[in-house]
């Protein structure tokens, strides 16, 4: 029997918290005070974390036609930093000022790089994103962070701490969960919200695909160095790609319903990348995110090479359905009788990833506070980590259980001779859950 007064009620809460369900407007037209640190028009900006994801957000900043300027970087590594500052400069030189001294480079860089900016640029391995975002809330900053936000529970209540603070202090925070600043699925939301289709009733979301790089162990490399450049395959970097890749189709099965799930079950494995190159995580979840209404959406992801890819999303009303593809733009909607309601003209859309940075920037330029999607952003990465949790596990999982959870994936100490919680055995292959005998809270 579905609770509609609970639904209900988690739906308004949805609609009230979320900004990034108006395209971040809902907190529009509030000043700032004290804009900005250097006493001039030009919004200083802090890169922390200068790898791929890091590199592109820096540069769809500097596409915006905002008053920016790149004034300081800070990585762990000192070839991703300069790899980041040769590209940087080379199409960018007159938005660039970052001298040899703005060069941060360790565990710490983020101490010394956020103090520098107005805004700062989070884009480090996810599992960092609490520990810097707390940093940048503290110093005022606003924010600009990458999904997913954290990597574990504990992770997720440090960010929704930081996101009450930066509200409190009127900071914008945009999370790249860029299809909520993109014009084919603001259209559709806008006519899913206003009752097109009816109640949501179902969906299916995917991100099926071949995976993604691989960095072999060299002979010098500390376990912690060889971990760090291989993060995509640690939890405690990177939550498995149900939450560092998934949770945009996650997301948008939020957006829709207007809520989070309640439960989740469902099952993965390690069926193709097995060997000691793929550290701990699945390379397969399918799960069902269950909510307050009775509904159900089927997620699933996978890292097959040779395998039929798909990245979308398709939800069923009680009036009609939708479809989502963000690749190709496309936002269509039928009515029960398989009538068109409405086709995004697939052309002629601005680049989203260039789009959120454009209305972010705009924001902190004019001095007012209109974005807050750090809790969004933390609840959508809490869904993606409790399917994690059920996979893994074999149990169904509750949200409410799940989110007093005291498992904490950081290692001990960072720093270059520790140890990871994780390591690998004799024949360097790393230990991972098994449903079934695995306990995950």
Known sequence: MMNKSRNDKQRREFLKTSALLAGG??????????????????????????????????????????????????????????????????RHAKKIDIPEERKFIGFDAYRQAIPLADVVILATPPGFRPTHFEEAVRAGKHIFMEKPVAVDVPGVRRVLAAAEEAKR??????????????????????????????????????????????????????????????????????????????????????????????????????AWRTGVDYGEIYDNHAVELTYADGSVIYSQCR?????????????????????????????????????????????????????EHVEFFDAVGKGEYRFADAENGAYSTLTGIIGRLATYSGQVIK??????????????????????KVLPDAQGLYPYAVPGKTVVL
């Not at 790089?213 to 490399?221: F, L």
């Not at 039929?308 to 939708?322: A, K, L, M, P």
Request: charged letters at 20%; a negative charge.
């Open 303 to 355: 890292h097959f090479e040779g395998t039929s890819n798909r990245v979308d999303e398709t939800f069923q009303g009680t009036r009609g359905r939708v479809f989502f593809n963000a690749g190709g733009n496309q936002a269509v909607l039928w009515d029960s009788k398989g009538n068109e309601l409405y086709n995004h003209p697939r052309r002629g859309n601005p680049n989203p990833y260039d789009h």
């Open 25 to 90: 407007t809902m907190l529009s037209g509030i000043p700032l005070a004290g804009a900005y640190a250097g006493g001039d028009d030009t919004i200083k900006v802090a890169v922390i974390g200068c790898g791929g994801r890091g590199t592109g957000a820096a540069f769809n900043a500097l596409s915006t036609d905002a008053n920016i300027k790149i004034i300081a970087l800070a990585d762990t590594f000192r070839d991703r930093l300069d790899e980041a500052y040769t590209k940087l400069a080379e």
């Open 169 to 270: 202090r009127k900071l914008n925070v945009v999370v790249g969960l860029q299809r909520h600043y993109q014009a084919s699925y603001r259209e559709g939301m806008k006519r899913i919200q206003d009752g097109a289709i009816g109640d949501i009733v179902s969906g299916q979301v995917y991100w099926n695909s071949g995976g993604v790089w691989v960095h072999p162990r060299k002979p010098e490399q500390t376990e912690m160095e060889y971990q760090l450049r291989n993060w995509y395959y640690f939890n405690w970097l990177c939550g498995d790609h149900i939450v560092e890749q998934h949770v945009h189709n996650i997301d948008v099965a939020n957006w829709v319903k207007g809520s989070y799930p309640v439960s989740i079950q469902g099952t993965g494995s390690r």
């Open 399 to 420: 949200w409410e259980e799940a989110l007093q959870s005291n498992v904490d994936l950081m290692p001990e100490r960072l720093a270059w001779d520790a140890m990871p």
